[in-house]
């Protein structure tokens, strides 16, 4: 069980630093857009396809008997993949993206980071996943990372591209538990592709329906690469988070997850000249709560839940 819980938190971690990057490029992407919908239905339709060509080239070389899907046999399944892919592949990402239009990055950037402790509610509700009090010190230490790297841009106040990244990460939250709980009979690939897959004919039904089905087709070669370049990211990102999913509980790859912070503001710092070293004290707290999330289950001391 520890070796397998390794695995998945090892994938997390590769999933973080491509979520890193990707924080980091997603930003020239919409501004090559000019509208947050168009892009996001262009980078997700690229992802999925590139998802399903990875898996295509996987299946043929590994065998279909470790790259495989797996038809979904009861009603909770189905259920789950049309979740996984509206309200996760599709609604959330819209919400999201166009909420950033309108918020300061960093108070996008520790809203969408709090999924951790969405995660943790929940999933000690729906998965029974145990917490000790480490757990619980590494969330807290996450969170207090994030609000340092925010450096006093959060506000409380509920304005319309607030409301919409909150929404966002809550259902993004709820999407986490429930692909958790179908990997107990699915395959990761058949939650991944379901996810991209159904999310992205989900967003050209949207496009039609707002008159941007034009817009979602990118017109020059700076959105084609736009789109190609974030289309690979959020398929590594997929392909890997599903993975660690099916390996490590929902709380702990979550938690990893929060590592991509150190990669954006690495990124930002080296090619920005962003004050990496007045980031310095609570990037290194964040570094803590991740390997502190690592170790939890290793220290002594009783479960919380």
């Not at 108070?107 to 729906?126: D, E």
Request: charge should be positive; charged fraction near 10%.
């Amino acid at each position: 069980m520890n070796a397998t819980r390794t695995r998945g938190l090892a994938l997390a971690g590769v999933t973080a630093l491509i979520s890193g990057v990707a924080v980091y490029v997603n930003g020239f992407g919409v501004a090559a857009f000019g509208d947050a919908t168009a892009y996001t239905t262009a980078k997700n339709g690229a992802a999925a396809l590139i998802l399903a060509l990875v898996f295509a080239v996987g299946r043929r070389s590994a065998g279909a008997g470790s790259v495989a899907l797996r038809r979904p046999t009861r009603p909770g399944h189905r259920w789950g993949l049309v979740y996984i892919a509206i309200l996760g592949g599709a609604v959330p990402f819209v919400l999201f993206f166009e909420g950033l239009a309108t918020t300061a990055s960093t108070q996008a950037a520790f809203i969408h980071k709090t999924l951790v402790v969405w995660v943790a509610l929940i999933a000690v509700v729906v998965l029974k996943e145990r917490l000790t009090w480490w757990h619980l010190g590494a969330i807290g230490l996450l969170v207090v990372a994030q609000l340092g790297l925010a450096g006093g841009g959060v506000s409380l106040v509920a304005d319309p591209g607030t409301t919409m990244i909150a929404a966002a990460t809550l259902l993004w939250a709820v999407e986490v538990v429930v692909t958790k709980r179908l990997l107990a009979d699915l395959t990761p690939w058949t939650t991944a592709l379901a996810r991209m897959g159904g999310g992205t004919v989900a967003l050209l039904a949207w496009c039609g329906l707002t008159g941007r089905l034009d817009d979602a087709l990118p017109a020059t070669a700076s959105q084609w690469g736009w789109v190609l370049l974030t289309g690979v990211l959020l398929a590594g990102y997929v392909a890997t988070w599903h993975h660690a999913l099916a390996l490590a509980p929902a709380v702990d790859v979550t938690a990893v997850l929060v590592l991509g912070a150190l990669v954006t503001a690495i990124l930002a710092g080296a090619l920005d000249a962003a004050p990496l070293a007045a980031q310095a004290p609570w990037l290194i707290l964040l570094a803590a709560g991740g390997l502190l999330v690592w170790l939890a289950p290793r220290l002594p001391g009783r479960a919380v839940t």
